[in-house]
């Protein structure tokens, strides 16, 4: 029986290196485990560029809307640099996440202890931590309207607004809540009420959300530069932070960095849930298409593959299956495999992609 469908958009550059050892786990869990996935694979990106035209074609974009689960790659290439905006592989990501409307973008930091050394914090502060960062993903300032440069000369101005709705506070808020109670139920909301009206709108909503729906969780407030601060000098007190798009996109990259390499960094991107009950969603490293390395079969597939487990997990309600290929990840690291982006002990011959994703599938 299946599990539910999958929609594999390997885009570009290391993109299809690391999606095709997410590729084998995948046929592992239907050989092994009797978990047989309904996949279904297409271009996204430059790849898609270069056969239909343009960056995410029509019928992959129904495709997209119609699955449990959309694994990405990653898009992009100096090749395509010169091509208008609109065709810009990007334009392809951006198109998915919008008319999917991914309103809730998450992105855990979790420190595997075997790496706890190559993180630019002290192995005390990080070892252990794992958080989960809830950035609202469709809304916020990289959206509002009015924007644009004004006037002329010297005397032009640039607008950018900062606009949030009630309803699209409250579904991230539901989105991070729901999350907390799948961990150590605790949220911590972070905005700047104190100089932007729009953050004393996102405190208010986010409290009555949890007040009249989830009692249960332990709720907090923060400004968003004071958490900016928390974040570097003591991760481990939260569990999940929720905000908007702007400090979202920042402070997800801060903590992201907490734990080392990008080569290690997982994300998912939720909508609303669909007749199945199952969100919409799509799942791809943080990670771009690494020109400097593809083709080289050196990319790290940790990314890619903590993806899939937040798949597994998000989307398949298989959090167990989650936990032991998260497992597996961890004894692989605490074996001392590394691909080439985790070097930095002497003497350690790096692995290639597909010999991480051997060791993985083993353990
Ligand atoms: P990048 O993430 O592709 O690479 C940055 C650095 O990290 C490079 O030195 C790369 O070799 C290394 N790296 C990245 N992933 C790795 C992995 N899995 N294993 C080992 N090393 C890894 O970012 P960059 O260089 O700024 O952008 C390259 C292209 O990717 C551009 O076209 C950019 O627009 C696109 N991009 C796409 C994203 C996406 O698809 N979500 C996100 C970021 C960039
Ligand atoms: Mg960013």
């Not at 592989?89 to 996440?97: A, C, W, Y």
């Not at 809540?177 to 909503?205: P, T, Y």
Request: net charge negative.
């Amino acid at each position: 029986m299946s599990v539910g469908s999958i929609l594999i958009l390997p885009g570009d550059g290391i993109g299809p290196e690391v999606m095709a050892q997410v590729r084998r786990i995948i046929d592992w869990y239907g050989e092994k485990r009797g978990l047989d996935f309904d996949v279904s694979e297409d271009l996204v990106g430059g790849a898609a560029y270069d056969k239909y035209g343009v960056p995410l074609a029509d019928e992959t974009m129904d495709k997209a809307q119609q699955v449990d689960a959309v694994l990405l790659g990653a898009v992009g290439g100096p090749q395509y640099d010169v091509l208008d905006f609109s065709l810009k592989p990007e334009r392809g990501l951006l198109r998915l996440r919008k008319e999917m409307d991914l309103y809730s973008n998450l992105r855990p930091a979790q420190c595997f202890d075997a790496l706890a050394d190559f993180s630019s914090l002290k192995p005390e502060i990080i070892s252990g931590l794992d958080i989960m960062i809830v950035r609202e993903l469709t809304g916020g300032v990289y959206f509002g309207e009015p924007r644009g440069i004004f006037g002329e000369g010297d005397a032009r101005y640039g607008i950018n607004t900062q606009r949030y709705t009630v309803p699209e506070i409250e579904r991230v808020a539901r989105s991070a809540f729901e999350l907390a109670r799948k961990r150590d139920g605790r949220v911590c909301s972070m905005e700047k009420g104190n100089v932007m009206e729009s953050g004393l709108l996102w405190r208010e909503i986010v409290q009555k959300v949890h007040d009249e729906e989830y009692p249960d969780v332990e709720l907090s407030h923060m400004y968003a530069d004071a958490g900016g601060m928390q974040l570097v000098r003591a991760p481990k007190q939260f569990d999940v932070i929720v905000t908007d798009n702007l400090f979202g996109d920042l402070l997800s990259d801060v903590a992201a960095m907490l734990t080392g390499s990008l080569g290690m960094l997982p994300s998912a991107s939720l909508g609303a849930p669909m007749e199945n009950g199952r969100p919409k969603a799509m799942y791809e490293p943080v990670h771009g298409s690494a020109p400097d390395i593809a083709g080289q079969g050196k990319a790290n597939p940790i990314a890619c593959i903590l993806s899939f487990s937040m798949a597994l997990r998000y989307s398949f309600d298989l959090g167990t299956e989650a936990d032991r290929l998260d497992a597996a990840i961890e004894k692989v690291l605490a074996d001392g495999l590394r691909t080439a982006d985790l070097l930095g002990q002497d003497g350690v011959q790096p692995v290639s992609t597909a010999e991480m994703g051997d060791a993985i599938l083993a353990a």
